[in-house]
């Protein structure tokens, strides 16, 4: 590693003092290459054109329906297990794709072009619950949970409750020791996949008076006696099952805390900086598809004679959401590259996850207009990306919260 930064800063240095005017050509003499943020794998090339695949021809036919009748179809979810797509970071060894950290969101992506509530339910599972136990569980942890999560288990994260949402580690559910086990009450609030889901990992207190420091993570099963109680009626997203969840009494074996007692608040702050440029990648999906829905009609719809995307004034909205979309993949594809590489990537991914959300709203919101009438019926479903691009500004950290964090890195890079 040093010794390809010292080759890198000879190449700077000598294109100063002859003028090369490349610096690629600097770099290539050093045996380096520089890429652009648009350069993928083949394999993770692969992996776009085949989730692309199943996204329009399994999911697209049934997206209407699931938001209709705000249920996500059991076929769907298989389906995404079976493409491997609920293991994409996870080892071979464990049933998984063993893919790249990009990899998952590429699939993100592809799925929200399509339907974004497909993608959360995705987004969370790998990035959330699976990354959790790759990082943070034990051995024989990871041989018990990882297998069934990547061949047929949902998983779900159980992190927010009524009181404690930005504030993540103001959360009240308790846990107290029992013998070899631990008993937790409580309740959750706002929980992705959580109707469907057969895996739950749970934040709990074991000591309230060491405040956030007393928050433990544990994984339990819905049969151990997780209460699934209202399901929430949304906006949008209405096929992603978002529930309160209970727990009076549950008993969970010692074995099952994952990272060790009073450690989940590290888990959670880790994860979710992590989960955030999932979450950047799912908007930023929503955002192409509602363009990609809509552009080619302005194209074909006719007035005074001419198509409307050819007057200066459309034409310049197009323009203008094409470049905030550009601008969008390039933070997050920048964040997912980062992590990856094990460079610092908080500030990024708060980034990327605050504009994504605001182009999705942007984009999403003018293809209704581009469209007219006809994109503020539902049968088009262009409606439904603005819909279903609100959550983009509230979950994973609100857009404050971003800026809040964006603004911390400011505040200790220059004062």
């Known amino acids: 590693m040093f010794r390809n930064a010292a080759r890198s800063l000879t190449a700077v240095r000598a294109l100063q003092r002859t003028h090369q005017p490349s610096l690629a050509r600097a770099f290539s003499a050093s045996g380096l290459t520089l890429n652009s943020l648009d350069t993928f794998t083949e394999e993770e090339q692969m992996l776009r054109e085949s989730v692309r695949r199943f996204a329009t021809d399994v999911v697209g036919p ?11 179809d059991p076929q769907i979810i298989k389906g995404l297990f079976d493409q491997g797509l609920m293991g ?12 790249s950290f990009t990899s998952a969101i590429i699939a993100i992506e592809e799925l929200a072009k399509v339907d974004p509530s497909v993608s959360v339910m995705c987004d969370v599972h790998n990035t959330l619950v699976n990354t959790i136990l790759r990082k943070y569980a034990t051995k024989d942890q990871q041989d018990k949970w990882l297998p069934l999560l990547s061949e047929s288990k949902l998983g779900s994260f159980c992190l927010s409750e009524t009181g404690s949402g930005s504030d993540a580690f103001a959360l009240q559910t308790r846990a107290k020791k029992d013998g070899d086990h631990w ?20 934040f709990a207190n074991t000591d309230p008076s060491k405040g956030y420091k007393g928050i433990t993570c544990f994984i339990a099963t819905k049969d151990m006696g997780i209460q699934i109680a209202k ?21 969970i074996p010692e074995e099952n805390i994952i990272g060790g007692i009073g450690r989940g608040y590290k888990l959670a702050i880790e994860i979710l900086n992590e989960g955030r440029i999932g979450i950047a990648a799912q908007m930023l999906g929503l955002a192409i598809g509602a363009f990609e829905k809509v ?3 302005t194209y074909t719809r006719h007035q005074f004679g001419q198509p409307i995307a050819s007057f200066q004034g459309l034409s310049f909205q197009l323009a203008r959401a094409a470049i905030s979309i550009e601008s969008a993949k390039l933070m997050t594809y920048n964040a997912a590259r980062r992590k990856e590489e094990g460079k610092e990537f908080a500030k990024e991914a708060a980034m990327a996850k605050y504009w994504a959300s605001v182009v999705a709203q942007e ?6 207009e581009w469209a007219g009438g006809v994109g503020f019926t539902r049968e088009t ?14 979950y994973e950290g609100t857009s404050n919260i971003q800026l ?12």
């Not at 008993?183 to 749970?202: D, P, Q, R």
């Not at 479903?381 to 509230?394: L, M, N, P, Q, T």
Request: include cysteine; charged fraction near 25%; hydrophobic fraction near 35%.
């Open 295 to 297: 552009v080619p009609y």
């Open 88 to 99: 994409i970071e996870t080892s071979a060894d464990h049933g998984g794709a063993e893919s």
């Open 62 to 72: 049934k997206v209407r329906d699931m938001d209709e009748q705000e249920q996500m």
């Open 404 to 415: 809040q964090t964006i603004a911390k890195f400011i505040q200790k890079e220059y004062s």
């Open 381 to 394: 479903g262009v409606e439904k990306f603005w819909r279903d691009s609100k959550i983009g500004a509230i």
């Open 183 to 202: 008993v937790i009450n409580g309740s959750k609030m706002w929980i992705t996949n959580s109707a469907e889901a057969e895996i739950f990992l749970i």
């Open 363 to 368: 984009v999403s919101g003018g293809a209704i």
């Open 231 to 251: 399901k929430e009626q949304k906006l949008g997203i209405r096929a992603s099952s978002t529930c309160t969840l209970n727990f009076d009494d549950l008993r």
